[in-house]
T-cell receptor, first 112, second 112 residues
Framework: SQQGEEDPQALSIQEGENATMNCSYKTSINNLQWYRQNSGRGLVHLILIRSNEREKHSGRLRVTLDTSKKSSSLLITASRAADTASYFCATDEAAAGNKLTFGGGTRVLVKP | DAGVIQSPRHEVTEMGQEVTLRCKPISGHDYLFWYRQTMMRGLELLIYFNNNVPIDDSGMPEDRFSAKMPNASFSTLKIQPSEPRDSAVYFC??????????FGQGTRLTVV
């Protein structure tokens, strides 16, 4: 079963616009991670936010975490065509010893 | 480090045949994960190991699936006998505790 669920399932934006996607999860976590997957490739880690953190930045990426609502968001600012990919959240479950489970992903299309 | 290495990259086999997928994790990583990705089910965690010991195999779909990690630098996922519904991309990933996972490029399995 999947721990995280992303919303929306798909997103289409113009280059230069911001893209926001959300992740909801069910159980207590040690950390939450975001990954990107280009078509036909493996997943690449983007950013990790720990359960005691509320916001984290990495370049054009901004991640928030609300443990009271069991939700996280990923914001990509000033999107580029190269950002076209699927984005997944993953949770490291607190009660399960580093068990890393993924949501269904958000497919992002950035149109030039 | 060359990253997580999976072999083969592609495998086409006939129903009923045994299939063995291989993974070499990143040196120094003590966690290893096997995932299966399909359009219908998304990215499913099949099994994960800590220090070569299986921790959670609740995601293994049936007794036809088995995984081993005989040492810190090698793991296998075996399907015997294979069925068409096993067709998917299988990913191996490794990590240190509570940190990001690094994924291999995956093995695309087609069972005909």
């Amino acid at each position: 079963s999947q721990q995280g669920e992303e919303d929306p399932q798909a997103l289409s934006i113009q280059e230069g616009e911001n893209a926001t996607m959300n992740c909801s999860y069910k159980t207590s976590i040690n950390n939450l991670q975001w990954y990107r997957q280009n078509s036909g490739r493996g997943l690449v880690h983007l950013i990790l936010i720990r359960s005691n953190e509320r916001e984290k930045h990495s370049g054009r990426l901004r991640v928030t975490l609300d443990t009271s609502k069991k939700s996280s968001s990923l914001l990509i600012t000033a999107s580029r065509a190269a950002d076209t990919a699927s984005y997944f959240c993953a949770t490291d479950e607190a009660a399960a010893g580093n068990k890393l489970t993924f949501g269904g992903g958000t497919r992002v299309l950035v149109k030039p | 480090d060359a990253g997580v290495i999976q072999s083969p990259r592609h495998e086409v086999t006939e129903m009923g045949q045994e299939v063995t997928l291989r993974c070499k994790p990143i040196s120094g990583h003590d966690y290893l994960f096997w995932y299966r990705q399909t359009m219908m089910r998304g990215l499913e965690l099949l099994i994960y190991f800590n220090n070569n010991v299986p921790i959670d195999d609740s995601g293994m779909p049936e007794d036809r699936f088995s995984a081993k990690m005989p040492n810190a630098s090698f793991s296998t996922l075996k399907i015997q006998p294979s069925e068409p519904r096993d067709s998917a991309v299988y990913f191996c990933a490794s990590s240190r505790a509570r940190t990001e996972a690094f994924f291999g490029q995956g093995t695309r399995l087609t069972v005909v």
